[in-house]
Every structure is written in structure tokens, then in C-alpha cells.
């Protein structure tokens, strides 16, 4: 029953082809279809962590990407004590000699450009063929980093899996146009996750005294999952379900979708494609109150993790400059994963408090990094803990509120144009993080 998803996308894997039939004539349910809920709730919730898992993994090991060490026999070591030999004895931050804002460009740029080409002709390209290459990335990212020799040669894995994540998401969210929309739920608790899953496997293995190459290659069963995940769990898809709780599963990762619109145009026949120049340009004038705060949440938050935390060093604690930045993202993470989660139980029309709220975090900690007025590290945990709640609870209110407030015919162009926020935020981030690192770092 499985193995079936994977069969039927092979002959049929033109997704106009199958949206172009299904409408016209529709099936009766399967026998088994709580079964088959299940086991495509299952497999989304596990194509959604698994494809974000190598993403995150890569932010987490950042600052051990930039500074590792190696030893006889290509073994990468995990700092041997808590006060950790600097890499630049002129500055009291122990900085690296590149920024971890350079792991997040790698990280961010090539799925930035994934989505921005993907309406061009990636629905040409079959879907099999598209999930087999991401999954290759996402292991040959592991891969390379862990037995990378230099600085240069990992950030081409993190390359990879930044190519992995970009062209798993618009694949497996275009590929929930062809199930109920409950669906959609899943994937996005997946990847939130996906989120909190990714760093603290990556904190906990470290911590336990695992080597960070021998922690990348322990996740290699990530890509395996994947792939398993789609070709053997996901059921035929059957015709689309106009029903289910649609406040919740368009919170978080829905607008996402709108990069597939060429795809699926059947599915919303008075979609985006067919509105005119002005009223595009008066849908976007609309929606400034939502893009600008969301830039500026994800500017500041990022500016935060990839800029602030590898100089927010505290040297009277007994955990290292590496282990510090992996507990910095740890929290972060989890965060983020609990208000990603948090649209049940309230929400807020007023982003742009959120994003002042954001950028108080960015001056506050960058405060302390100039001044080191901060007492204990337990203080900066409590802060990352609070950033990473806002940073979630401004992307899924975001999105909630454009759902709500735009209507059917212009709801599809408004998510394409708001979703490239949060990457325009982050991109902006590591652009400026990489100058203010190299000042910081030269600071006496």
C-alpha cells in the first residue's frame, strides 16, 4: 500500500496531469483511509524533520565548522577543556578567524535562490527524481563536513544541505496539493521539529563526548529516513480534501506553497497568475505591515545567532567557547519550536510589537558583547530562550493574519510575496554580521 505513492508519481509525476484528472473524477475513499490518514500524517510530520534536520545540524555546528582541529587520522576533536586556546590572542572574544555568519550565508543563499527559480521549471522535473537528489545532498553534506580539511572545503557541504532543504520544501509542500490538507499540519510540525531535534542531537552527542566529525556521520540515517519516508510510507495520493481545520494548517508553513503555483494551477483556478499589475501592486502595498516586521524580526534574531553568539563568550563556566554556542542554539531552537506551536493557544494582530521587541534583544546583547556587563551566561540562555519564542510567534502569526485578512483570489500572490521575508531578513543578517565580527574581533 506504501510503495504505491512512490509508483503512481513515476507514471503520472506531471503534476498538472494528475490536478487536471482528479477534479473531474472523483473516487470513492479508500476501505482503509483512517489507516491511510495516519500513515501520511506520519510520513509528512517525518519528510518535514527530516528535510530541515541537515539546515539546522549546520547552524548548530557552526563555530566547530570554523575552528576545528585535526588530528592523525582525519579525527575532529571536541574542545578538551572549558577555557579553549583563542584563535586571535589580540581580542578578548576567542573569535575564529571567519565569522559563523558565513556558515549562514551558506546556509540561507542557495535556497534563496531555490525559490526564487523554482516557478521557473521545477515542476517539470519529476518528483522522484527531485526528493532522490535532495536526499543525496543532505548525506553528502555530512559527509563532506566531517571529513573536510579546511574552512572552504565544509562550507561546500553546508552548501549542500541548504540545497537539500530549499529543493525538499518546495517539492514535498507542492506535493501536498495532492492530499487532504490536514497534511499540511504535519509537514509544518515536522519542521519546527526538525528545529529543536537537529540541535540538540548535535548539543547532546558533543556534550557526551562524541567528536563533531563522528556526530555528523551518526546522522546519516537522516537522508535514509527521507527517502523511506517518501517512497514507502506516503499512500497514493487521492483527491484533494477542501476541508479540514484550515486556521491551523495555514499558521506556519502554507504560504511556502506559493512558489509551486505553476504546478497546480487547477487547485485554485482564481489563483494569483491571473491578477493584473495594479492589483498586484495594491495587494503588495497591503502587505508592508506584515513583511517589513517579519524582515526585521529575522534580521535581528539571525543578526543574534550567527553574529552575537560566537562572541558571547563567558570564560568563568565550565563549558567551552564550542559548547556555549551549541547551548546558544539549542535554546533558540527550542523556542522557536514551542511558539511555531502556539497558534491554539493565543495570537497577536500587532507583528511590528514583536519586531521591537526583537531588535531590543539585538541591542541588549550587543551591549553586553561591547561592555561584558552580564554576570552569568545562564542570563544570555533566558534571553536566546525569549528571542527564539518571539522569532516563531511572529512567523506563524504573520502568516495567520494574511490568511485571515487577504482575500481568496489575491491569498496566493500575498503568501508568495510575504514568504520571502524571512530569508530576506536572514541574508541581510549575514551580509552585515561578517563586517561587525571582523571590527569586534580586532577590538583590544
Known amino acids: 500500500m506504501g510503495g504505491s505513492a512512490g509508483s503512481q508519481r513515476r507514471l503520472s509525476d506531471s503534476e498538472g496531469e494528475v490536478t487536471a484528472q482528479e477534479p473531474r473524477e472523483p473516487r470513492p475513499p479508500p476501505p482503509d483511509r483512517q489507516g491511510a490518514h495516519w500513515k501520511n500524517a506520519m510520513g509528512f510530520w517525518l519528510l518535514g524533520l527530516c528535510n530541515n534536520f541537515s539546515y539546522v545540524v549546520m547552524l548548530s555546528a557552526a563555530h566547530d565548522i570554523l575552528s576545528h582541529k585535526r588530528a592523525s587520522g582525519n579525527q575532529s576533536h571536541v574542545d578538551p577543556g572549558p577555557a579553549p586556546t583563542p584563535h586571535n590572542n589580540s581580542s578578548r572574544f576567542d573569535c575564529n578567524s571567519v565569522s559563523t555568519a558565513a556558515v549562514l550565508l551558506a546556509d540561507i543563499l542557495p535556497t534563496l535562490v531555490i525559490k526564487l527559480l523554482?516557478?521557473?521549471?521545477?515542476?517539470?522535473?519529476?518528483?522522484?527524481?527531485?526528493?532522490?537528489?535532495?536526499?543525496?545532498?543532505?548525506?553528502?553534506?555530512?559527509?563532506?563536513?566531517?571529513?573536510?580539511?579546511?574552512?572552504?572545503?565544509?562550507?561546500?557541504?553546508?552548501?549542500?544541505?541548504?540545497?537539500?532543504?530549499?529543493?525538499?520544501?518546495?517539492?514535498?509542500?507542492?506535493?501536498?496539493?495532492?492530499?487532504?490538507?490536514?497534511?499540511?499540519?504535519?509537514?509544518?510540525?515536522?519542521?519546527?521539529?526538525?528545529?529543536?531535534?537537529?540541535?540538540?542531537?548535535?548539543?547532546?552527542?558533543?556534550?557526551?563526548?562524541?567528536?563533531?566529525?563522528?556526530?555528523?556521520?551518526?546522522?546519516?540515517?537522516i537522508p535514509a529516513l527521507l527517502l523511506a519516508s517518501y517512497f514507502f510510507l506516503l499512500t497514493s495520493p487521492g483527491p484533494q480534501d477542501p476541508g479540514g481545520e484550515e486556521e491551523a494548517e495555514r499558521a506556519a508553513r502554507q504560504p511556502l506553497m506559493s512558489s509551486e503555483a505553476p504546478e497546480a494551477p487547477e487547485w485554485k483556478p482564481d489563483s494569483s497568475p491571473g491578477l493584473s499589475l495594479q492589483e498586484k501592486w495594491t495587494v503588495f502595498k497591503g502587505l508592508q505591515c506584515y513583511i517589513l516586521p517579519l524582515v526585521l524580526v529575522y534580521f535581528a534574531e539571525y543578526f543574534i545567532n550567527q553574529g552575537l553568539f560566537e562572541l558571547l563568550f563567558f570564560r568563568n563556566t565550565s563549558l567551552s567557547h564550542a559548547q556555549q554556542y551549541r547551548w546558544y542554539q539549542m535554546l533558540y531552537q527550542a523556542g522557536v519550536f514551542a511558539s511555531r506551536s502556539s497558534l491554539r493557544c493565543f495570537r497577536i494582530q500587532f507583528t511590528w510589537a514583536l519586531a521591537l521587541l526583537q531588535c531590543f534583544n539585538l541591542v541588549f546583547l550587543l551591549a553586553d558583547v561591547l561592555l561584558s556587563f552580564l554576570p552569568s551566561i545562564y542570563i544570555v540562555f533566558l534571553v536566546v530562550l525569549y528571542e527564539g519564542l518571539l522569532g516563531g510567534a511572529a512567523y506563524v502569526n504573520t502568516f495567520h493574519n494574511i490568511a485571515l485578512e487577504t482575500s481568496d483570489e489575491h491569498r496566493e500572490f500575498a503568501m508568495a510575496?510575504?514568504?520571502?521575508?524571512?530569508?530576506?531578513?536572514?541574508?541581510?543578517?549575514?551580509?552585515?554580521?561578517?563586517?561587525?565580527?571582523?571590527?569586534?574581533c580586532h577590538l583590544s
Do not use: K, N
Request: aromatic share 8%; charged share 5%.
Open 417 to 440: 510575496t510575504a514568504c520571502v521575508s524571512d530569508t530576506l531578513g536572514i541574508s541581510l543578517s549575514g551580509l552585515l554580521a561578517l563586517p561587525l565580527h571582523d571590527f569586534l
Open 118 to 221: 523554482a516557478p521557473l521549471g521545477l515542476h517539470l522535473l519529476p518528483y522522484s527524481p527531485r526528493v532522490l537528489f535532495s536526499g543525496v545532498c543532505a548525506a553528502g553534506s555530512f559527509i563532506l563536513v566531517a571529513f573536510s580539511h579546511s574552512v572552504v572545503t565544509s562550507l561546500c557541504g553546508v552548501v549542500l544541505a541548504s540545497i537539500s532543504s530549499g529543493l525538499g520544501e518546495v517539492t514535498f509542500l507542492s506535493l501536498t496539493a495532492f492530499y487532504p490538507r490536514a497534511v499540511i499540519s504535519w509537514w509544518s510540525s515536522g519542521t519546527g521539529g526538525a528545529g529543536l531535534l537537529g540541535a540538540l542531537s548535535y548539543l547532546g552527542l558533543t556534550q557526551v563526548g562524541l567528536s563533531p566529525q563522528h556526530t555528523l556521520l551518526s546522522m546519516l540515517g
